[in-house]
């Protein structure tokens, strides 16, 4: 049971002004380098991301995008010493 709010027209107190601390629309806007390409994939897969877009409101292809590019990020990091190590003797091989 929540409490009823009492509206009243005494003075609120001191007031702070708040300097704008959002950005500009245009500095929301992300354009990406995109590449078009045409790819055949399983339609389970498919199936699956479209169910998955419509429960969360967006686009299945943006979300394969995203998934690839989660991908890509996660490989392309820096290797650890340990495993250029292993890759280097991997390569002796």
Avoid: C, N, W
């Amino acid at each position: 049971m929540s409490a009823k709010i009492k509206y009243t027209d005494e003075p609120v107190g001191p007031l702070k002004v708040v300097s704008d601390f959002l950005p500009a629309p245009e500095e929301l806007v992300f354009k990406e380098d995109t590449v078009k390409v045409t790819i055949a994939l399983s339609k389970e897969s498919v199936e699956f991301f479209k169910h998955e877009a419509e429960k969360h409101h967006t686009q299945y292809q943006k979300m394969i995008r995203r998934l690839l590019d989660a991908y890509t990020l996660a490989h392309k990091r820096p290797l650890t010493k340990r495993s250029s190590r292993r890759r280097k003797r991997a390569a002796e091989r």
